[in-house]
């Protein structure tokens, strides 16, 4: 069965990456540009990940995952944070928020991919 990715990213440049990498790789990638439209996407999506970036306008990576983890359908959706960020606090804000994990851009095509087949098992 095919697995579906979620990528939120207001980076055209990461949400390509990121495509070229999870297609490649056998995932199905749906995509959004923001925590906003992330939420949009998930009414009619059923991703069985979501990879968020934390900095974007509208609603960031913090308000999405916060959203996501209120909606009991999505509640136990594994979410992956993909950031620039490296500060603990923003880290710990994010896990206090419902992240699954923490993932540094830029990111190593292979160990995302890894990491993505190991919380969508």
Do not use: C, Y
Request: hydrophobic share 45%.
């Amino acid at each position: 069965m095919i697995k579906t990715v979620l990528t939120v990213d207001d980076s055209r440049t990461m949400r390509d990456m990121l495509r070229l990498s999870l297609v490649e790789a056998g995932f199905r990638v749906v995509q959004a540009e923001d925590g906003v439209h992330g939420l949009e996407v998930l009414r009619d999506e059923t991703p069985d990940v979501i990879v968020t970036d934390i900095n974007m306008p509208r609603m960031d990576g913090f308000g999405f995952i916060e959203a996501v983890r209120r909606d009991a359908a999505w509640r136990s959706t594994p979410v992956l944070v993909l950031t620039t960020e490296v500060d603990a606090e923003k880290k710990s804000r994010a896990k206090a928020a419902g992240a699954t994990g923490w993932i540094v851009k830029p990111f190593d095509p292979v160990k995302l991919v890894d990491v993505i087949r190991r919380v969508a098992a």
